[in-house]
């Protein structure tokens, strides 16, 4: 049982490239998220999805799409990076949004 | 609207001391609340949660944290450090409402010395 993995562990982009952050779980949850990390700001929500085909907006949504056409797979999309998107990213699942959230082991990207 | 607040952004302990991580939320409905710990380049484990039971709530690793409604606080106890212990420490709020999010305070380091 790996719980929630995260592919890549680490990036280094260029301004403009694009690229796409996988989070799968093995838990069966209905519920997953992405969340950027940045030093004071604590975690912030970007996208999250209550089920297969289904996903939402978060806080920070601008910039980033995501896509659900599995259960257990949720991914991030940066189409066209920018510095303001060096950050650490995680994903996250839950069976409901009351219940507890875990957690990958996050991706750390850096935008040059 | 929620909102959590941690009233201190790094506490230091002497290792074998008590430690005390202050939490206090905003919430127009019941929430539900969570400590979670992340230690160096690691992702999130969650500590303890609260869900309108006991309003006394124990976690791993000797943790524990108080639900004070009348105070709107939910602050995180150990009585005494360990130096495995320091990490960074979130407080998170869910509204329990569907289409809702967690909403993470911004987070304490807590620092160890031997």
């Known amino acids: 049982n790996a719980g929630v993995t995260q592919t890549p562990k680490f990036r280094v982009l260029k301004t403009g490239q694009s690229m796409t952050l996988l989070c799968a779980q093995d838990?069966?949850?209905?519920?997953m998220y992405w969340y950027r990390q940045d030093p004071g700001m604590g975690l912030r929500l970007i996208h999250y999805s209550v089920g297969e085909g289904t996903t939402a907006k978060g806080e920070v949504p601008d910039g980033y799409n995501v896509s659900r056409l599995k259960k257990q797979n949720f991914l991030l999309g940066l189409e066209s990076a920018a510095p303001s998107q060096t950050s650490v990213y995680f994903c996250a699942s839950s069976y409901f949004y009351t219940d507890t959230q875990y957690f990958g082991p996050g991706t750390r990207l850096t935008v040059l | 609207a929620q909102s959590v607040t941690q009233l201190d952004s790094h506490v230091s302990v002497s290792e074998g001391t008590p430690v005390l991580l202050r939490c206090n939320y905003s919430s127009s409905y019941s929430p539900s609340l969570f400590w979670y710990v992340q230690h160096p380049n690691k992702g999130l484990q969650l500590l303890l949660k609260y869900t309108s039971a006991a309003t006394l709530v124990k976690g791993i690793n000797g943790f524990e944290a108080e639900f004070k409604k009348s105070e709107t606080s939910f602050h995180l106890t150990k009585p005494s450090a360990h130096m495995s212990d320091a990490a960074e420490y979130f407080c998170v709020v869910s509204p329990n409402q569907a289409g809702t999010a967690l909403i993470f305070g911004k987070g304490t380091t807590l620092s160890v010395s031997s």
């Open positions: 838990m069966n949850h209905e519920y």
